[in-house]
């Protein structure tokens, strides 16, 4: 794919330009990155300052130059070249000049169907634990009756299942069920880990395991199929 740019820019001389006797253009490209092709134009020459002069000035500007190229081409073997290029004397001072360059070898980024499939079991994966959180606050926030010594029967564990948040999901997809454990007064990590057959990595994840006391709720996640 080929892109056009057109490049305009005035430069003002000290001196008086009657003519100009002979004018070169260069380019040189320094960046290809991050969709910004950067580089500078190097206008040469030599001209007179009256036209009954006999002796000729040089003279040489640098022209920087920036192409934002849109996101959805690679530009990694763009290739830029002049197309076009004219110049104007303007009040004897002023030389104007145009430029056309060509950007060659553009490519369009092709949509890669499992990228777009990652990005959304990625973004759907965030939305899970967004609602997760939600409950978990909404558990931890719910007032509970609880008798003066902790209770160690099986009345101190709530289960949340909260697989309705999960729909339209796809059939072959896993929901999680997730259970409230009230820390009693014989509880560690340890024991609740083993007793919900759940790591110490998976705990961490959704609560803070440096100071429990009693309690305190615990949400604890377990896969269902």
Same mark, same amino acid.
């Given at each position: 794919? *080929? ?6 820019? @005035? ?5 008086? &330009?009657?003519?100009?006797?002979? &004018?070169?253009?260069? =380019?040189?490209?320094? !960046? ?13 020459? @030599?001209?007179k ?16 130059f ?30 104007? $000049?145009?430029?056309? #360059?060509?950007?060659?070898?553009v490519?369009?980024?092709r949509? @890669? ?8 079991? %990625?973004?759907? %994966?965030?939305?899970? #634990?967004?609602?997760?959180?939600? $409950? ?25 299942? !909260?697989?309705? #948040? ?5 059939? =072959? ?35 803070? #395991? ?5 309690? @305190? *709720? ?8």
């Amino acid at each position: 794919m *080929k892109k056009l740019v057109p490049f305009k820019k @005035d430069i003002m001389f000290d001196n008086n &330009i009657a003519e100009i006797n002979s &004018i070169s253009l260069e =380019h040189e490209v320094n !960046v290809k990155k991050d969709n910004l092709i950067s580089g500078k134009f190097i206008i040469s020459g @030599d001209y007179k300052m009256t036209d009954t002069s006999v002796n000729l000035d040089n003279f040489e500007y640098e022209l920087p130059f920036n192409i934002n190229i849109d996101k959805k081409y690679y530009i990694d073997e763009a290739e830029v070249d002049i197309s076009d290029f004219y110049y104007e004397v303007i009040n004897n001072k002023v030389l104007s $000049v145009n430029i056309e #360059l060509t950007v060659d070898n553009v490519e369009e980024v092709r949509e @890669d169907p499992v990228m777009e499939r990652n990005e959304e079991v %990625a973004q759907k %994966a965030e939305e899970r #634990l967004e609602q997760v959180e939600k $409950v978990k606050d909404e558990v931890i926030e719910e007032e509970v009756t609880e008798s003066t010594e902790p209770s160690t029967d099986n009345e101190d564990r709530e289960s949340v299942n !909260v697989k309705s #948040l999960f729909d339209g999901l796809d059939e =072959h997809e896993v929901y999680v069920v997730y259970k409230v454990h009230i820390v009693t007064e014989n509880d560690t990590i340890e024991s609740i880990i083993e007793d919900y057959g759940v790591t110490k990595e998976q705990l961490e994840a959704y609560n803070s #395991l440096s100071d429990i006391k009693i309690g @305190d *709720k615990l949400i604890v996640p377990a896969n269902e199929n």
